[in-house]
């Protein structure tokens, strides 16, 4: 596709459920990026891939939080256990070059609402 | 976690005005982005600034990265309807690449009547 794309755009799951949200990055970006927004605020950092290699991870607000990219492409952030504060707005972006000041690009987001 | 504190939170403004919102932060920033979010989609790079004291324009958009790197402001000129949306700034402590994160702001948002 032309742009970063995410899956599902929509997720209403039940407290204590298990959730796993899709970013298919722009084809051959290196780096890749997911940020969690809640309402009203700006996105925060969560964690961020190099290829495969997940090089920060700090931002990942307990270990119920599980992000991956095997293949150096598509990439899976998993919700464990779901709480109500985990509703938000989740964002990916990718960028191509690492090296240069070249900015990511930001997916349409998939809006998880824990009930 | 840390974000920036951009001002005014929100505004409303006619059409054809000018428009000016900023960002500051405690901890010095290397470089400097705006990016503007409509509802339901994700942010939209606007203006990207990399030196201290570096003055960027993109059409009617003018934006400054401050001398000290502990701030940004973002100018709209002329502002027309299409212009209402969520104006964030960000900040990247790294001074060169990307592969790092950005710490956003809190968002100004701008409604603009006829």
């Known amino acids: 596709g032309a742009g970063v794309s995410q899956s599902p755009r929509y997720k209403v799951a039940k407290r204590g459920q298990d959730v796993a949200l899709r970013c298919d990055p722009i084809?051959?970006?290196?780096?890749l990026f997911w940020y969690q927004q809640a309402l009203g605020q700006g996105p925060e950092f969560l964690t961020y891939?190099?290829?495969?290699?997940?090089?920060?991870k700090s931002g990942l607000p307990s270990d119920r939080f599980f992000a991956e990219r095997p293949e150096g492409s598509v990439s899976t952030l998993k919700i464990q256990r779901t709480q109500q504060e985990d509703s938000a707005v989740y964002l990916c972006?990718?960028?191509?070059?690492?090296?240069?000041?070249?900015?990511?690009?930001f997916g349409q987001g998939t809006r998880l609402t824990v009930v | 976690g840390q974000q920036l504190n951009q001002s005014p939170q929100s505004m409303f403004i006619q059409e054809g005005e000018d428009v000016s919102m900023n960002c500051t932060s405690s901890?010095?920033?290397?470089?400097w982005l705006w990016y503007k979010q409509d509802p339901g989609e994700g942010p939209v790079l606007l203006i990207a600034?990399?030196?201290?004291?570096e003055l960027t324009s993109n059409g009617r958009l003018t934006a400054q990265f401050g001398i000290t790197r502990k701030d940004s402001f973002l100018n709209i000129s002329a502002s027309i309807p299409s212009d209402v949306g969520i104006y964030f700034c960000?900040?990247?402590?790294?001074?060169?690449?990307?592969?790092?994160?950005?710490?956003f702001g809190t968002g100004t948002r701008l409604q603009v009547t006829l």
């Open positions: 084809s051959g970006h290196v780096s």
């Open positions: 891939f190099q290829n495969e290699a997940q090089l920060d």
């Open positions: 901890s010095i920033f290397n470089t």
């Open positions: 600034l990399y030196k201290a004291g």
């Open positions: 972006a990718s960028s191509f070059f690492v090296a240069v000041n070249t900015e990511a690009f």
């Open positions: 960000a900040g990247r402590k790294v001074s060169t690449g990307t592969a790092s994160k950005l710490t």
